[in-house]
């Protein structure tokens, strides 16, 4: 099987449910391997992050997309998300980063760690009465989307009684960031697009009228004072792009890490009793199940290579983060779950200018949800079958049922 085939298999159902075997089958090519007419996988560990990390390789410009394909102009939810820091190049993406960035400091997201506990306190409360007859609960809709958004919408100014409706149009819309093979299938995404663009046009103006301190309102002051800073449509689509990134993949981490304490009873034991750390099996969730799978690249100039395998001006490199987080020459045994490895780097929140902002603070809803809900509940127990999201780049449970009594 060459790289192309593995491609093509990750993109059908069995393929998405399942990458792991197809990732093994890609070691077997190499730390790279060409996958079809400009086209390069980087799957090595070391591959995908010199990648990551070169600023030789770049995002795809929305500008060329539309170049290439103007029909693409027709999709709001591809436009949206390439007028994101997301998706942009410097010195686009470094200006508008820059104002974001501060808001998930360390010290920022120390401070709201008071803020997470009491957050999982409540939500706990909530599975305990949802499940207090012994009745299967949804701990995806329960718990692992309710805790990432309450924490990311707190941080935006995004009222309580709004932050709730978010969970469908944020996956509606995350369907533009796949490997999407018919524009048809971009309807929803569109409609989800539009929608939350259309809510945050009325909350900036809400914030310019009644000024309060949150993030919304310190950026749109910036784009209301100084537009070369970050134009009104740059501000739409990057708070469109921070609520969406805020849960989305936290959720992802939240419930990939339950299922994983379910099929390892020990290590939910030493989470319980302290004996396992929460850190080093946070990270080990990442590396074993990310929740982003697969991100792109294209190489900007002539004479570039991905770990020996050409890569002229143009190609696209799919780096392939699943694999590199089960690549067997950076870790023993990857096909092992084994929160007590050491040096463990995943790749799950990619790398260089990119890095994922939110990598901090998805990381401390993680390291304190997990023992608080093991604490809470010592019979916490699978509540039927689960069912995952039909998706590659964001890896997921759609629904998770559990038993807390």
């Keep these: 099987m060459d790289g192309e085939a593995i491609i093509g298999q990750l993109m059908t159902t069995e393929g998405r449910a399942d990458p792991y075997p197809l990732y093994a089958r890609a070691h077997e090519l190499g730390a790279a391997a060409p996958a079809g007419p400009g086209v390069v996988l980087a799957i090595g560990h070391t591959a995908a992050n010199q990648v990551l990390r070169s600023p030789a390789f770049v995002m795809e410009d929305i500008e060329a997309r539309l170049r290439a394909d103007p029909q693409l102009a027709r999709h709001t939810s591809v436009t949206l998300f390439g007028r994101s820091m997301l998706q942009r190049n410097a010195p ?45 609960v949804d701990f995806m809709d329960a718990f692992a989307f309710r805790l990432p958004v309450e924490v990311i919408c707190e941080l935006l100014g995004v009222p309580p009684q709004d932050r709730y409706r978010f969970r469908t149009l944020a996956g509606d819309l995350a369907v533009a960031l796949e490997l999407v093979q018919d524009l048809d299938e971009l309807g929803a995404a569109d409609l989800a697009a539009d929608e939350l663009t259309g809510y945050f ?117 799919l780096v392939l983060l699943g694999a590199a987080n089960h690549d067997p020459a950076r870790y023993h045994r990857p096909e092992l779950f084994d929160p007590a490895r050491t040096d463990v780097q995943p790749l799950s929140f990619g790398g260089g200018a990119h890095f994922c902002l939110g990598s901090r603070l998805a990381r401390t809803e993680a390291e304190v949800a997990f023992p608080a809900l093991l604490d809470r509940f010592p019979r916490l127990a699978p509540g039927g079958v689960p069912t995952r999201r039909d998706r590659l780049v964001l890896r997921g449970y759609d629904t998770l049922p559990i038993t807390v009594r």
């Design 201 to 317: 046009t009325a909350l900036v103006a809400e914030r310019l009228a009644r000024p309060q301190d949150d993030l919304v309102g310190d950026l749109a002051r910036i784009a209301a004072d100084a537009p070369e800073r970050i134009s009104g449509a740059e501000l739409l689509a990057n708070l469109v792009l921070l609520l969406v990134a805020g849960f989305e993949t936290t959720t992802n981490l939240l419930g990939n890490g339950l299922a994983l304490l379910f099929r390892h009873p020990e290590v939910a034991a030493g989470l319980r009793t302290g004996a396992a750390d929460p850190a080093a099996f946070t990270d080990e969730v990442l590396r074993f199940d990310s929740p982003v799978q697969l991100t792109t690249r294209i190489a900007a100039a002539d004479g570039l290579d991905v770990a020996g395998v050409p890569a002229p001006a143009g190609t696209m490199v």
């Design 92 to 136: 686009d993406h470094a200006r508008v980063r820059s104002l974001v960035a501060s808001a998930f400091n360390a010290r920022r997201v120390a401070a709201l760690r008071p803020a997470v506990e009491a957050a999982v306190g409540r939500l706990l409360d909530g599975l305990a009465e949802q499940g207090a007859d012994g009745s299967p």
